[in-house]
């Protein structure tokens, strides 16, 4: 099956600053999402992006489907952007999403 | 609209024991889908329903495990006899034609 791979696996920041989470995969795919599950525990979808670029306030995500890899840019930082980061993939139509471990998130203020 | 709706929040329950958990899909979605999450194995889709329907139950473990999706509007997973390595938080969602995926709550299963 697809594979998926996320790096880095676990990111410190100051808030204010500035990252990129990288998901990779292994084949074509007609699905991509990404996943921010906060500390308590809840999934909240931040984009369906299986190609192209789309924004929301601090948060972008690039995917180039061709290379097999998508980008989530995380500008300025806050305290309440701490959790995990998931990204998933589907790579045939009507089928579920496979997910990646994850990047694990800390912000200090 | 509310969500999903997850219950219960948390299960704890002993060894052995039948353990139902429930699931609410946002109304109009027409997939459902349960994954279980673990330390060591991380999201692990266990099955999925398309408009009622199971399409892949490939990821369900063993024959202890089963669900079912009698309406649309309501999803059970059920566990027997379950065991303590059965322990994880069961989450649902749902989506509309494969694309944005909504996740409820989960439910925090701890068998002793």
């Known amino acids: 099956g697809i594979q998926v791979e996320q790096s880095p696996p676990d990111l410190i920041l100051q808030e204010g600053a500035n990252s990129t989470l990288r998901c990779n995969f292994s084949?074509?795919?007609?699905?991509l999402q990404w996943f921010h599950q906060n500390p308590w525990g809840q999934l909240i979808n931040l984009f369906y992006i299986p190609s192209g670029t789309k924004q929301n306030g601090r948060l972008s995500a690039t995917t180039v489907a061709t290379e097999r890899y998508s980008l989530l840019y995380i500008s300025s930082s806050q305290t309440t952007d701490s959790g995990v980061y998931f990204c998933?993939?589907?790579?045939?139509?009507?089928?579920?999403?496979?997910f990646g471990k994850g990047t694990t998130l800390s912000v200090s203020s | 609209d509310a969500g999903v709706i997850q219950s219960p929040r948390h299960e704890v329950t002993e060894m052995g024991q039948e353990v139902t958990l429930r699931c609410k899909p946002i109304s109009g979605h027409d997939y459902l889908f349960w994954y279980r999450q673990t330390m060591m194995r991380g999201l692990e889709l266990l099955i999925y329903?398309?408009?009622?329907?199971?399409?892949?139950d490939s990821g369900m473990p063993e024959d202890r495990f089963s669900a079912k999706m009698p309406n649309a509007s309501f999803s059970t997973l059920k566990i027997q006899p379950s065991e303590p390595r059965d322990s994880a938080v069961y989450f649902c969602a749902s989506s509309l034609n494969g694309d944005g995926y909504t996740f409820g709550s989960g439910t925090r299963l701890t068998v002793v």
């Open positions: 084949d074509s795919v007609n699905n």
């Open positions: 329903f398309n408009n009622n329907v199971p399409i892949d």
């Open positions: 998933a993939v589907g790579n045939q139509a009507g089928t579920a999403l496979i």
